[in-house]
C-alpha cells in the first residue's frame, strides 16, 4: 500500500525558506494530486497546496505568494518550499495524496504521512 | 469564499452514547464534496467519511454520514473508547477548505 514520509529541517530561521520532501513508497507518484496540510499546535488543519504529477498546481490563496510544491517523478518525491517565514508559519507539515473525481466531485486526502514538526525560531 | 462552521467545538459524552457532529456551510455545497477524518493526538488525520455517507474503507458502521445543501451530520452511534478524537470535515470546491474540528471527549 502507499506510504508517504516527510523530511526536512526541523528548525527554520524567520525569514528563510522552509523546505520539506515527500517520499512516495509502495506506489508510483504518477496519476494522482499530492498535497501539503499544516496545523500548527494545538490548532487546526490548514491546506497548503496540491501538485498533480504532471506539474499543475493548486495553492491556498492566503499562502500563494510563498508557496511552490514541486514533483520529482524519477524519485517518487514531491516537494515544499515555503517562503519569508515567520512564527505563524510554526506547524506539524502533513503531506498526503488527494484523490479527486472530476465527474462526481468525490475528494478525499489519504494516505497522510505521519507529519513533521518545523518550528521557526531565530 | 465558502467558509466551514463545525458544531460544538468540544462534545463530552460517556462510552457508548451517540454523538452527533454538525459541520454547516456558508453556502450550499454537492454532498459529494464533504468528508470527514478523524484525528487522534499525535497522529495523522484518518479518512472516515466521503461523498457525505459513503464510510471508507475499514470504517467501522458506527460511524455514519449524512446531509445536503449546507448542513451535514457525522454520527457516531455507540462511542467506543478509541473513537475519543477530534473530527474536521473538508469540502472541494475550487480548492479544498477544513472546518475547525469538533473535539469528542470522555465526561
Known amino acids: 500500500q502507499v506510504q508517504l514520509q516527510e523530511s526536512g529541517p526541523g528548525l527554520v530561521k524567520p525569514s528563510e525558506t522552509l523546505s520539506l520532501t515527500c517520499t512516495v513508497s509502495?506506489?508510483?507518484?504518477?496519476?494522482?494530486?499530492w498535497s501539503w496540510i499544516r496545523q500548527p499546535p494545538g490548532k487546526g488543519l490548514e491546506w497548503i497546496g496540491y501538485i498533480y504529477y504532471s506539474g499543475s498546481t493548486n495553492y491556498n490563496p492566503s499562502l500563494k505568494s510563498r508557496v511552490t510544491i514541486p514533483v520529482d517523478t524519477s524519485k517518487n518525491q514531491f516537494s515544499l518550499k515555503l517562503s519569508s517565514v515567520t512564527a505563524a508559519d510554526t506547524a506539524v507539515y502533513y503531506c498526503?495524496?488527494?484523490?479527486?473525481?472530476?465527474?462526481?466531485?468525490?475528494?478525499?486526502?489519504?494516505?497522510w504521512g505521519q507529519g513533521t514538526l518545523v518550528t521557526v525560531s531565530s | 469564499e465558502i467558509v466551514l462552521t463545525q458544531s460544538p467545538g468540544t462534545l463530552s459524552l460517556s462510552p457508548g452514547e451517540r454523538a452527533t457532529l454538525s459541520c454547516r456551510a456558508s453556502q450550499s455545497v454537492s454532498s459529494n464534496s464533504l468528508t470527514w477524518y478523524q484525528q487522534k493526538p499525535g497522529q495523522a488525520p484518518r479518512l472516515l467519511i466521503y461523498?457525505?455517507?459513503t464510510r471508507a474503507t475499514g470504517i467501522p458502521d458506527r460511524f455514519s454520514g449524512s446531509g445536503s445543501g449546507t448542513d451535514f451530520t457525522l454520527t457516531i452511534s455507540r462511542l467506543e473508547p478509541e473513537d475519543f478524537a477530534v473530527y474536521y470535515c473538508?469540502?472541494?470546491?475550487?480548492?479544498?477548505?477544513f472546518g475547525p474540528g469538533t473535539k469528542v471527549d470522555i465526561k
Open positions: 498526503a495524496r488527494f484523490w479527486f473525481g472530476e465527474l462526481s466531485g468525490i475528494n478525499w486526502f489519504d494516505p
Open positions: 461523498g457525505a455517507s
Open positions: 509502495g506506489g508510483s507518484i504518477s496519476s494522482y494530486y
Open positions: 473538508q469540502q472541494y470546491g475550487s480548492s479544498p477548505l
